[in-house]
Nanobody
Framework: QVQLVESGGGLVQAGGSLRLSCAAS????????MGWYRQAPGKQRELVAA???????NYADSVKGRFTISRDNAKNTVSLQMNSLKPEDTAVYYC???????????????WGQGTQVTVSS
């Protein structure tokens, strides 16, 4: 019913930048929070950044001042601008959205397939 498709991952040197994008499509009535999570090998998935439909943002302490999350409510997209990347930012990054589907009163979380970000030292 709802698909999240990510793009923009890749390999970058430390200090470099990448921009991740995620587009939600399907039977979407509304989207509440959207966000980005990441999971490094052997570690749990963690929140990187989130943004509400009103534009309120929340960041993990480890990325504050380096990453910026933004969204386009009209296009159902969310982006993550990542600057001053560090090797410890290496992970699979997942897009997340809390979506209410048409003809339901239920809001649930949907996930993208993940995109690899690798930062070399």
């Amino acid at each position: 019913q709802v698909q999240l498709v990510e793009s923009g991952g890749g390999l970058v040197q430390a200090g470099g930048s990448l921009r991740l994008s995620c587009a939600a499509s399907g039977s979407i009535f509304s989207i509440n929070a959207m966000g980005w999570y990441r999971q490094a090998p052997g570690k749990q998935r963690e929140l990187v950044a989130a943004i509400t439909s009103a534009g309120t943002t929340n960041y993990a302490d480890s990325v504050k001042g380096r990453f910026t999350i933004s969204r386009d409510n009209a296009k159902n997209t969310v982006s993550l601008q990542m600057n001053s990347l560090k090797p410890e930012d290496t992970a699979v990054y997942y897009c997340n959205a809390d979506v209410q589907v048409f003809f339901t009163q239920v809001t649930r979380a949907y996930w993208g397939q993940g995109t690899q970000v690798t930062v070399s030292s």
